[in-house]
């Protein structure tokens, strides 16, 4: 299998890009090698199917946990339903690829990346990113790339190009851009409160290291003596769309012009005007080409119409700069938040509503053990914050089956997370597993950013000490050659006709997250930071609004929210507390009816309802770890007797044993003869052997009520045996 590989160098890393020898029957493909991390990435285009009338791409990131020499944990020791975080990479793909490709194409498209070699110090999913565009590139499909994608980090005051997995839980920044020659198409960034200079800054050096990767790109394909194929537009019957232009112009821009009226009135004028429109149209001759054209698609009509309105509301908003509903482009819609609107037996709940979107966030605290276990090929293993997001069809008035989470669901919801971990509190104070779920009653645009309000609330109302709450705005663009219009707080229409969705979450301090989607070919970097910073004023007016709902954490947790006491031992002694067979332990959570997890590094957490017993099962454990020193003494009650000695437990969980010689200073024929279990005694610690066995003494110890002094008695010692 012969094949070509090329190296590009690339930030002192060396990237290596192998094409002709794998997956001879996709349409192109590419191996991109950096370090041990290896992906394949494919791109196959086949003859559209009828009756499409959208781009029906699919982009699928498959991952095999081989690349990281694992077998699979379920059942059928196979990989099964994609991981989160590889659901997550799929859109990581998508969102830059999607507006790259012609509006008018309708053949079906697949890119499909797998990762099949991983190297901790280089995750897979940029590489993914820039492969895709290679192998449409390879594979002659219409296409305005090159693209390329990087991840920038912040390691104190340094931007880190591609940082490891190592380097990305260190900084303070875990940003990937995307672009092309024309400028940016996707962001996607989580930050730990950043100011928004410093997030700006990060997207234009990670936007000009993408220049080498595009030059790279078409080095490549001069070497192979491939010529790109520029997308060109086909030539359209423009009858149905000049018709309506003539015929409804007046009447779609009366109804965008009703600030005062609502969503549902809004939708209602415009099907008027298609309803009208389309009886107009059925009236005409037969042999009218208006006629004819629409009776030869039923989808003509819709799609010209909707052509119409978004062009009609664009020219108000550049032109006039008032909105459908009459705001101005830097304005907020009404903001409502209540915290604690369900019963406390939910740990806590918040209700955030902006405009027509209203998000319900629940927050459930949780002991160590709910974290969730990651099989994937991430190196954390663990989450430690969930957030899920539900997206009900009853939440824009539709109806539809309801099933798992789909890939816009999980999006959504690892958005919010993001934007939330920043301020969550550090693991050491507040041990809890928090889990928050976000449903979605109604939408009219930015849900994944009333879910982080949402979050704030709920949270707070639960108790959790965040470190800062967190706002999140979306803002929109509407641009038409050099005229460039940024709204603020976009609703449904202005995000389905505009040009971009880019969502600022953050606190007071700073930026926690970002995520920019476009549906034009790029975006300078000035305008981006045009954007991020008219989102802050917005994101800050958000906040106010949420403060007023509950301005700090709630100083108690619900009373149905476990308690937990969280405190360290040493990591050699967890045998000890784990007992044969867990014994030990078992016996400890059945006695004091709580529940305790321990992780490797000798951290115990105790769960209970009940926070006295949560303390004894405290005192037990700390008993059993607590170095006993020969000459200590302790008071302690008598537990069993054999026929040798009695033994006394002298610290919760540890006993130690008084051997009958040392029961006396005279000699003893029967140990019930001077103790009985249930009898106090205070004792010496005599000596610990070499098995870690604690021999004890009441020889010279006085008892309670006994003199200090004692008598030497000439009894002799008798030997331990």
């Not at 009333?450 to 109302?461: A, H, K, N, Q, R």
């Not at 100083?555 to 030990?584: K, N, Q, W, Y």
Request: proline share 6%.
């Amino acid at each position: 299998m012969q094949g070509k590989t090329q190296s590009i160098s690339f930030d002192g890393r060396e990237i290596r890009l192998t094409t002709g020898r794998f997956a001879p029957q996709a349409g192109g493909s590419v191996l991109v090698e950096c370090g041990d991390t290896a992906v394949l990435v494919t791109a196959t285009r086949s003859k559209g199917r009828d009756g499409i009338d959208f781009l029906p791409l699919i982009c699928d990131y498959e991952e095999r946990l081989y690349a990281a020499g694992r077998i699979p944990g379920s059942y059928m020791r196979r990989e099964a339903r994609p991981p989160e975080r590889a659901t997550l990479t799929c859109r990581l793909i998508d969102r830059p690829m999607r507006p790259l490709f012609p509006s008018w194409m309708r053949d079906d498209l697949q890119v499909v990346a797998t990762c099949l070699s991983l190297d901790e110090r280089v995750p897979a999913d940029v590489l993914a990113v820039t492969g895709a565009s290679i192998a449409t590139l390879l594979a002659g499909i219409p296409f305005n790339g090159p693209m390329a994608a990087v991840r920038v980090g912040l390691l104190g005051d340094d931007f880190v190009l591609n940082p490891s997995y190592r380097e990305i839980e260190r900084g303070d920044l875990d940003l990937v851009v995307a672009g092309t020659a024309d400028g940016v198409v996707m962001v996607e960034a989580g930050a730990n409160q950043l100011p928004e200079g410093d997030v700006i800054e990060a997207i234009d050096f990670g936007y000009e290291a993408i220049q080498e990767l595009i030059k790279a790109q078409e080095a490549l394909l001069k070497d192979l003596g491939i010529k790109q194929v520029k997308p060109e537009a086909p030539k359209e019957d423009n009858t149905v769309p000049a018709y309506l232009e003539k015929q409804c112009t007046k009447a779609i821009s009366a109804v965008l012009s009703k600030f005062e009226q609502s969503k549902e009135e809004r939708d209602n004028g415009l099907e008027a005007v298609k309803a009208d429109a389309a009886e107009a149209i059925a009236t005409l001759k037969e042999d009218d080409a208006v006629r004819q054209a629409v009776s030869s698609s039923s989808k003509l009509l819709n799609n010209s119409f909707k052509a119409l309105t978004k062009k009609l509301m664009r020219q108000q908003i550049l032109k006039d700069g008032k909105r459908v509903d009459g705001r101005g482009l830097d304005e907020v819609r009404q903001i409502n938040a209540m915290a604690g609107v369900l019963p406390r037996r939910v740990h806590g709940s918040g209700l955030f509503q902006r405009g027509l979107t209203q998000v319900l966030s629940t927050a459930t605290l949780g002991t160590p053990s709910d974290a969730q276990e990651m099989d994937d090929l991430h190196p954390n293993t663990e989450k430690l914050y969930l957030h899920h997001y539900n997206f009900p069809p009853y939440s824009v008035g539709e109806t539809r089956p309801m099933r798992s989470p789909g890939r816009r669901e999980i999006g959504h919801g690892a958005l919010a997370e993001r934007a939330i971990l920043p301020v969550l509190p550090e693991k050491d104070t507040f041990p809890y597993v928090v889990r928050v779920v976000s449903e979605v009653l109604s939408s009219n645009g930015s849900t994944s950013m009333g879910s982080v309000c949402g979050s704030t609330l709920s949270l707070m109302d639960a108790g959790v000490p965040l470190k800062a709450p967190v706002s999140g705005a979306a803002m929109g663009l509407i641009k038409e050659g050099k005229d460039i219009k940024i709204l603020t707080d976009i609703q449904g229409i202005e995000d389905f006709l505009g040009d971009m969705d880019f969502k600022v979450a953050g606190s007071e301090k700073g930026i926690t997250a970002l995520q920019m989607d476009m549906k034009i070919t790029g975006l300078p970097v000035k305008v981006i930071a045009d954007a991020v910073n008219q989102a802050r004023p917005a994101r800050l007016h958000i906040l106010e609004k949420m403060l007023e709902a509950i301005d700090k954490p709630r100083e108690t947790l619900s009373p149905h929210a476990p308690r937990l006491l969280s405190f360290r031992i040493d990591p050699e002694l967890i045998g000890t507390v784990i007992g044969p067979g867990g014994r030990t332990i078992k016996g400890i959570t059945e006695r004091t009816n709580t529940k305790i997890d321990i992780e490797d590094s000798g951290i115990v957490t105790i769960a209970s309802h009940d926070g006295a017993a949560a303390e004894e099962a405290q005192k037990i454990i700390e008993g059993l770890t607590r170095k006993v020193n020969e000459g200590e003494m302790f008071s302690g009650s008598i537990t069993r007797i054999i026929p040798i000695g009695a033994f006394v437990e002298i610290l919760p969980g540890k006993e130690g044993m008084i051997h009958i010689s040392q029961l006396s200073e005279a000699r003893v024929e029967k140990v019930e003869d001077v103790v009985k279990v249930g009898d106090e005694v205070t004792v010496r610690v005599r000596e610990i052997d070499n098995r870690g066995r604690i021999n004890l003494t009441l020889r010279g110890v006085p008892q309670s009520g006994e003199s200090t002094e004692v008598e030497p008695q000439p009894t002799p010692v008798a030997p331990l045996s």
